[in-house]
């Protein structure tokens, strides 16, 4: 039995482990008293039950009985071990305690010992018996766990040495029984089946949750009985009946002795319960605290509708102090119209134990808002509601998201149409726009104005399908040299009016010389009209009149557009936060805190910088970007050979006579497939495809010459009718330029700069 306990106890925590350490004890001092019965018996040759190890056998047979006091059917519940423990010694004492005062104190008078050995078979009887009715109980509240069959095991043990006892007391009273005989069985047999109990337990967890069951911990009424009743036995038995000066005396210092020892484990106890409390106490104070600062708005109402508890975010969202919602009820903080709600809550907890759905709650002010609600009952010991518990969450917040989501899906759909039809629009004005400009070369100038006018005119409808598809934001911006003193003077025009008529002026300082920047138009525009509303909006919050200032500059490696404002200025603790998405200063629906957020991940992504720089007044925001430099640029093109793929004939060959006309030496081809096959025999310096040609692709075209032969692959200028975006798979395609249709010779020359040919001039 001890062995199958120690080899099995780290599989065992908690009360668990304190079960079967009880049962280990009790069955090393049932060894101990057994030894000392055989030794008196076989070495001393004497025979009496009344001895020195009697009360190592007594220990034994109560050790079974209050290690149930652990109940490890109810798991490990590690926290309650100590007061468990101190709970089974009290009644360990308590045993004794009986044992010693009506068995062994009158035992010392020989006149007496007949009558004393007659008791002590009447106490192991009883103790038998209570431990059999003790687990056959355990057998019937654990039927539905998986330690039942460890009390069944454990009782079958019991009755079998029950039956088997009623023998061997029989033998000791006649005076047959003898060391080795057959009634050895009636103490060997239960120990038996206990060391199979063990064997077959259930081990703990591994993990073990910290039990909430108020009723877990033993009572401390529990265990203040032995501390009552042994001096009430005590000393009421020596009050009632006298045993003589001798056992009496004996008695009182039993009593005296086992009563300071039980008071000594109460005081433990109590000690032990402080500290729990402390705990417990502790914990309350911690959900205390995670309640009342939580977003959420948690409620408790009592039965009647009234209130119990609210916390401070229900108190901020309905606008009530506690003291008004003394006089409110439930019903008082919903919508008119929402009367019948209550009871039909009420009716749904007590049917379904919880109630789920949307109320709308009415403000101290009259105003009303959507809020998801959670009620649950809480119910005392006999199942009576004693309070209704909500937690609600506002749901404005969440409505407006959605409707945002709704709204951003469909632009998205308008994006995808806008992206189907882009490519169909620009190729008719692809042809348009370079039909034109080559009827502008010639040398006779008829009609001159109205083929300026046509070209005019289709460029602006490029332009509005460009603003579109970057309205749908798709794909990678494509990117060409562009001076920045012109690219502010057009967005400073934009916007000049409109501040001329809220009474802001508008200086505007560029740059003597040219600032080249390798950019996207309608990206850094974007950024500099973002800056200007800016501006215009911490003129207006200031005064009714004021200036913002744009400057441009440039030393050589960078280049800057900067946008001054004589407004407030930002404070320093908002510095930090100015570039966070979804940070405004803005009132509520004025704005959405993306605009500057933006603004920065459009200049990181070009390379450059967005900063708020220090001012004397008002606030200054710095865009500085990367200056353009090209060593490439040549004035004759002769014998560069160029590759020309598109499947749209009148594009290719409207680029073919564009580039022809400029010196180069080109070649045409419809299909990927065909390209392959001539850039192979050609060896074109230059391929300029279309991205989305029919089978091979410009960018599976691009892939598979480079590797063929990577140093001697041709450049690259992809060209394309929408916004379609360079595969990620393939991080080298990020460096090919990429050219919008519709676009002018002067956009071609700057794309094939951008590609790293000469450009030559006509």
């Known amino acids: 039995m001890i062995a199958v306990v120690v080899s099995r106890r780290r599989q065992w925590s908690g009360s668990q482990r304190l079960f079967w350490d009880v049962v280990g004890v009790a069955m090393a001092l049932w060894i101990i008293g057994h030894v000392g019965w055989a030794y008196e018996q076989l070495v001393l040759r004497q025979q009496s039950w ?11 047979g109560i050790g079974p009985l209050i290690a149930l006091l652990a109940r490890p059917h109810r798991g490990a519940r590690a926290g309650f071990v100590a007061p468990t423990a101190m709970t089974i010694g009290a009644y360990w004492l308590f045993g004794i305690f009986l044992y ?63 039956v088997l006892r009623l023998a061997t007391n029989h033998a000791i009273l006649r005076g047959d029984y003898q060391v080795g005989s057959f009634h050895d069985l009636a103490w060997i047999a239960p120990w038996l089946c206990y060391a199979w109990a063990a064997a077959e337990a259930p081990a703990s967890p591994s993990r073990v949750p910290e039990s909430d069951d108020q ?37 009182l210092f039993l009593t005296s002795m086992t009563t300071v020892v039980a008071l000594g484990i109460v005081t433990l106890r109590l000690a032990a319960q402080g500290s729990e409390l402390q705990r417990v106490d502790a914990r309350l104070q911690l959900l205390a605290a995670a309640t009342e600062n939580t977003a ?139 039909c034109t400009e080559l009827m502008l070369d010639e040398p006779t100038g008829a009609h001159r104005n109205d083929l300026e006018a046509v070209r005019k005119e289709a460029m602006r409808a490029g332009q509005i399908v460009r603003n579109l598809l970057a309205f749908a934001r798709r794909g990678v911006s494509d990117r060409a040299p562009i001076d920045l003193n012109a690219l502010v003077r057009a967005t400073t025009d934009l916007r000049a009016y409109h501040l001329k008529q809220v009474n802001i002026a508008l200086v505007l300082r560029c740059a003597p ?107 200054r925001f710095r865009l500085a970007l990367p200056a353009f430099t090209d ?29 022809e006309k400029r010196g180069y ?17 050609y060896r074109p310096a230059i391929v300029i495809c279309d991205t989305s040609v ?44 990429i050219l919008s249709k519709p676009f002018t010779a002067s956009d071609l020359e700057s794309a094939l700069v951008a590609a790293g040919i000469a450009a030559p001039r006509a």
């Open 50 to 60: 009344l001895r020195w190890h009697t009360i190592f056998s007594i220990c034994a």
């Open 100 to 162: 010693s005062y009506f068995v062994l104190a009158p035992s010392l008078l020989p006149e007496a010992q007949a009558a004393a050995q007659g008791r002590l078979l009447l106490f192991v009887q009883v103790n038998r018996l209570m431990l059999l009715a003790a687990l056959s109980a355990a057998v019937w509240v654990a039927r539905r766990t998986s330690w039942r069959g460890t009390y069944l095991r454990m009782a079958v043990g019991v009755a079998l040495g029950y």
């Open 296 to 434: 959420d708005l948690i409620l408790i109402t009592r039965p009647d509708g009234t209130f119990e508890h609210a916390n401070a975010a229900f108190l901020r969202a309905f606008g009530y102090t506690r003291g008004d919602l003394v006089t409110q009820r439930f019903i008082d903080l919903l919508e008119p119209g929402m009367n019948h709600l209550p009871r039909d809550i009420a009716a749904e907890v007590l049917a379904k134990g919880i109630w789920r759905g949307t109320i709308r709650g009415r403000r101290k002010d009259g105003s009303t808002f959507p809020a998801a609600c959670t009620i649950t009952a809480l119910r005392d010991a006999s199942g009576r509601v004693t309070h209704f518990v909500g937690v609600e969450r506002d749901m404005t917040d969440d409505l407006a998201l959605r409707d945002q989501l709704v709204h951003s899906e469909r632009l998205s759909a308008i994006g995808e149409l806008i992206a189907g039809v882009a490519h169909e629009i620009n190729n008719p004005l692809q042809t348009i726009i370079g």
């Open 665 to 681: 030496e080109v070649t045409e081809a419809e299909t990927g497939e065909s390209a392959m096959a001539l850039a192979l025999d």
């Open 513 to 619: 010389e040219p600032l080249p920047v390798a950019v996207n138009r309608e990206e850094i525009r974007q950024v500099i009209l973002n800056l200007l509303l800016n501006a215009e909006h911490a003129v207006v919050s200031k005064a009714d009149s004021g200036t913002i200032t744009v400057e441009t500059g440039g030393d050589g490696a960078l280049h800057w557009v900067e946008v001054t404002d004589s407004g407030p200025g930002v404070s320093p603790e908002l510095r930090g936060r100015i570039f966070e998405p979804f940070f405004t200063t803005r009132e509520v629906g004025e704005g959405t805190g993306l605009g500057l957020s933006i603004s920065l991940g459009i200049a990181s992504s070009h390379g450059g910088s967005l900063t708020l720089a220090d001012s004397p007044s008002g606030a």
């Open 694 to 737: 029919p089978g091979m692709s410009g960018f599976d075209l691009y892939r598979q010459l480079a590797a063929r032969d990577a140093a001697g692959a041709p450049r690259f200028l992809f060209i394309r009718g929408d916004k379609s975006s360079v595969p990620q798979t393939d991080p080298g395609l990020a460096g090919v330029p």
């Open 215 to 251: 009723h877990e911990a033993l009572s401390v009424r529990l265990l203040v009985a032995p501390a009552l009743l042994i001096p009430f036995i005590g000393y009421g038995v020596l009050n009632l009946a006298s045993a003589g000066n001798t056992v009496d005396s004996i008695r």
């Open 631 to 659: 060593a490439t640029v040549a004035t004759g093109g002769s014998g560069i050979r160029a590759l020309v793929v598109d499947d749209d004939a009148p594009i290719r060959k409207l680029i073919v006579r564009l580039l």
